[in-house]
T-cell receptor, first 114, second 110 residues
Framework: KAGVTQTPRYLIKTRGQQVTLSCSPISGHRSVSWYQQTPGQGLQFLFEYFSETQRNKGNFPGRFSGRQFSNSRSEMNVSTLELGDSALYLC?????????????FGPGTRLTVT | GDSVTQMEGPVTLSEEAFLTINCTYTATGYPSLFWYVQYPGEGLQLLLKATKADDKGSNKGFEATYRKETTSFHLEKGSVQVSDSAVYFCASGSARQLTFGSGTQLTVLP
């Protein structure tokens, strides 16, 4: 079974621009979560989607948003980019009908803001 | 909210040495606990998990036991290999999200 895929793998943007990252979960997985990984803050939860609904959100400003489509694919958007948004953005999907928060991660999108 | 405290790195060991990476958690309720591993340039791979007290997760020679009384989930391996060199993350799962420790860089020398 194919794993979680994320596109693009690398992105370079300028301050003030916006960016959209894409994630395709493992087939049959309906929950998708997003995390930001930086050297200073480590891994931080952004948000989680299930059946096109955001069920949980981390402590990030409103510039960070996401959505999920009917095929469970998800996108996240960051508007008005800041230098501090440079990070590895990881997407994870979860198997259905499990209550143990087990998540499977994609390879990430490396975003560099200049 | 939940928090996870993980042993500071980096850790450098010789091949075949014994490995322990300490992890403690604070959480309301009873979270599931995980160890993830990250190789350079890659995402996180689920290494092992435990979903209730006294459960032992194991995979590829790594083990960790869910200790509710000490709120710990220490990772151990009896004999490390060069290929185990990576960053290891302890995580607790509740409320549909994972809370991660800061990660421990492990380098195994031949």
């Amino acid at each position: 079974k194919a794993g979680v895929t994320q596109t693009p793998r690398y992105l370079i943007k300028t301050r003030g621009q916006q960016v959209t990252l894409s994630c395709s979960p493992i087939s049959g997985h309906r929950s998708v979560s997003w995390y930001q990984q930086t050297p200073g803050q480590g891994l931080q939860f952004l948000f989680e989607y299930f059946s096109e609904t955001q069920r949980n959100k981390g402590n990030f400003p409103g510039r960070f948003s996401g959505r999920q489509f009917s095929n469970s694919r998800s996108e996240m958007n960051v508007s008005t980019l800041e230098l501090g948004d440079s990070a590895l953005y990881l997407c994870a999907s979860s198997p259905p009908f499990q209550a143990h928060h087990e998540q499977y991660f994609g390879p990430g999108t490396r975003l560099t803001v200049t | 909210g939940d928090s996870v405290t993980q042993m500071e790195g980096p850790v450098t060991l010789s091949e075949e040495a014994f490995l322990t990476i300490n992890c403690t958690y604070t959480a309301t309720g009873y979270p599931s606990l995980f160890w993830y591993v990250q190789y350079p340039g890659e995402g996180l791979q689920l290494l092992l998990k435990a979903t209730k007290a006294d459960d032992k997760g194991s995979n590829k020679g790594f083990e960790a036991t869910y200790r509710k009384e000490t709120t710990s989930f220490h990772l151990e391996k009896g004999s490390v290999q060069v290929s185990d060199s990576a960053v290891y993350f302890c995580a607790s799962g509740s409320a549909r999200q994972l809370t991660f420790g800061s990660g421990t860089q492990l380098t195994v020398l031949p």
